[in-house]
């Protein structure tokens, strides 16, 4: 299974591609509409707009083997705790070897523009990003596939 923190998610296009390459069932989980789908093997999940409902949806629901899509890092720390395999829009995988220090720099970004140190800045999403991504995505889903194979279950 893979889930979609879709809210402002510049890959779902990608996601899709892949997914079905694979064979895979897309959860998109978001709190303002969503494109609907005739794939059967897509499921648009709209949460309330409370905080974090989305996360919480997602982290409540995915496991070992399955894949996640997120740019939050919070979300990201639930799901590699699970056993999920986690990627970021731009192709940065989160598992457990660097998980701790993307939180880390996460909360000292935060503490930094809480303080006036920084401004913040976030790079523009760019065709490298998507390009890493796509291959990012891929090779955890084969690891998913693979996973699921040897267990007998899900995804």
Do not use: Q
Not at 99 to 107: E, F
Request: proline residues 5%; charged residues 25%; glycine residues 10%.
């Amino acid at each position: 299974m893979i889930y979609v923190d879709a809210d402002a998610c510049p890959v779902k296009p990608e996601v899709l591609k892949v997914a079905e390459r694979h064979g895979l069932e897309v959860t998109f989980v978001a709190n303002s509409g969503l494109r609907p789908s005739r794939d059967p093997m897509v499921r648009n999940v709209i949460v309330s707009n409370a905080f974090d409902a989305a996360d919480n949806w997602i982290a409540e629901r995915a496991g070992a083997g399955d894949v996640v899509v997120t740019a939050d890092v919070p979300l990201a720390v639930r799901c590699v705790a699970t056993g999920a395999f986690v990627s970021g829009p731009t192709g940065r995988v989160f598992d457990e070897t660097n998980i701790g220090m993307a939180s880390a720099m996460r909360d000292l970004g935060a503490h930094l523009r809480e303080t006036g140190e920084s401004k913040g800045y976030n790079a523009s999403f760019s065709p490298k990003d998507r390009s890493r991504f796509l291959e990012t995505f891929d090779r955890l889903c084969r690891r998913a596939k693979s996973l699921a194979g040897e267990t007998g279950g899900r995804p």
